[in-house]
T-cell receptor, first 119, second 110 residues
Framework: DTGVSQDPRHKITKRGQNVTFRCDPISEHNRLYWYRQTLGQGPEFLTYFQNEAQLEKSRLLSDRFSAERPKGSFSTLEIQRTEQGDSAMYLC?????????????????FGAGSRLTVL | AQRVTQPEKLLSVFKGAPVELKCNYSYSGSPELFWYVQYSRQRLQLLLRHISRESIKGFTADLNKGETSFHLKKPFAQEEDSAMYYCARGGPGGGNKLTFGTGTQLKVEL
């Protein structure tokens, strides 16, 4: 297991086309997250899954965005009818729940990201 | 809305000088707070989190609830500390959704 894998690393597409990104999390992690990062900004939360259930979606996730995690392992993020504003780095992360000092926290392990450029 | 503010986009210090990267968060109960770091050409990774109260690579961060701050500090900067640093807070109920600041680029000069 080499960590969180994302594919493709770079995608250039024309406006109006559909794109799909894939994320393979760390195998023992049951939580998976998608974030988006634009230039000069920190990562912005899009959505997250616990196993195959999508538990939360950001308002940033318009109707053109859909994410799935059908078997609770890998996940896909599809963007339909891409717009130039969709150009960004799409980050995937998975997490394990770590107990320390009597409290727990989800510690996220990030992938290298998929960079989308919409022309 | 939960907010994390990192007021400095760029912080430049000389090697051996003290470092303080500022982070303020919007108040909401008892948040989980984290520092993530991204070295050049590497992926974003956890540096430290407040509940573990540990020192990682010489960095520490103290949660100040009165000032709603979680500044990252290191007494003596090293060249290898040059990186992008992001402060992040967890959402209510256990940190499932992290809200990140805009990041501070730390540049350690020789």
């Amino acid at each position: 297991d080499t960590g969180v894998s994302q594919d493709p690393r770079h995608k250039i597409t024309k406006r109006g086309q559909n794109v799909t990104f894939r994320c393979d999390p760390i195998s023992e992690h049951n939580r998976l997250y998608w974030y988006r990062q634009t230039l000069g900004q920190g990562p912005e939360f899009l959505t997250y899954f616990q196993n195959e259930a999508q538990l939360e979606k950001s308002r940033l996730l318009s109707d053109r965005f859909s994410a799935e995690r059908p078997k609770g392992s890998f996940s896909t993020l599809e963007i339909q009818r891409t717009e130039q504003g969709d150009s960004a780095m799409y980050l995937c992360a998975s997490s394990s729940y770590i107990l320390a000092g009597g409290t727990g926290a989800n510690v996220l392990t990030f992938g290298a990201g998929s960079r989308l450029t919409v022309l | 809305a939960q907010r994390v503010t990192q007021p400095e986009k760029l912080l430049s210090v000389f090697k051996g000088a003290p470092v303080e990267l500022k982070c303020n968060y919007s108040y909401s109960g008892s948040p989980e707070l984290f520092w993530y770091v991204q070295y050049s050409r590497q992926r974003l990774q956890l540096l430290l989190r407040h509940i573990s109260r540990e020192s990682i690579k010489g960095f520490t961060a103290d949660l100040n609830k009165g000032e709603t701050s979680f500044h990252l500090k290191k007494p003596f900067a090293q060249e290898e500390d040059s990186a992008m640093y992001y402060c992040a807070r967890g959402g209510p109920g256990g940190g499932n959704k992290l809200t990140f600041g805009t990041g501070t680029q730390l540049k350690v000069e020789l």
